[in-house]
């Protein structure tokens, strides 16, 4: 899906932020992007989403140099879920959620049947088809940003680049993103995600990319690159890794405790 060569990232020839990074992401990964604040996760995302030029290397999306894209064709190959949104007017939530077919819309035409007929599939597909009428300004922190995720979905495209899609949300809701995040990619979904929390990459992704100073970078499974010493040079504090086993299915999971506290 995503194949990225020395890529160098940044706001300024001379300047880079990030890279040079190469790594490839496959259809039905989940990737988790981890850093610490400020290492230029957000300038790599900017950079595979077209907003920024890259300074160097090459970025590859369904096979093609995504250079090659019109801005339309690129809509139709990624879609993009931002950390947060804040409505400028209150929308109906079906209403947001068909926006998301404007790449497959005509120029100057307003959505149709079929248009409306996606996004309350996408909505039924989160779970979320009882809130299609509910004033988008209305909803939670968690309801919102799954309206976020259902309006990419809607784009029809199989790949989804998320900026920490659980953000200011409580556990409850953080916990239901996560799961819907895990069941779209078991329905052939790529998605690639920055988050805050290591944790998150143990509980569902099965490739990490981490980045940190002077250059570092490792891809890998979860539980081969967030190894102890990985997160301390990362997040530069001291963090021990607990491997618990589940009463309820006998799973063993990973979870990352500061030891600072």
Sequence with gaps: MIKVENLICGYAPNKPVIGPLSFEIEKGDIACLIGSNGIGK????????GLLKPLGGSIVVNGRDYHAYTPKEFARMVAYVPQGHIPPFPYAVRDVVVMGCNPNMHELSSPGKADYDTADEKLALLGIDHLAERDYTEVSGGERQMVMIARALA???????MDEPTAHLDYGNETRVLAQVKKLA????????????????F??????????KDGYFALGAPDAILTEETLRTLYGIDIQLADIALKRDQRRVKVCLPMTI
């Design 203 to 212: 509980l569902c992704a099965n490739k990490v990319l981490a980045v940190g």
């Design 42 to 49: 957000s300038t790599l995302f900017k950079t595979i989403l």
């Design 186 to 201: 078991g329905l052939g979904y790529t998605i690639v995600m920055i988050t805050h929390v290591p944790g998150h990459a």
């Design 155 to 161: 784009q029809n495209t199989k790949l989804l680049v």
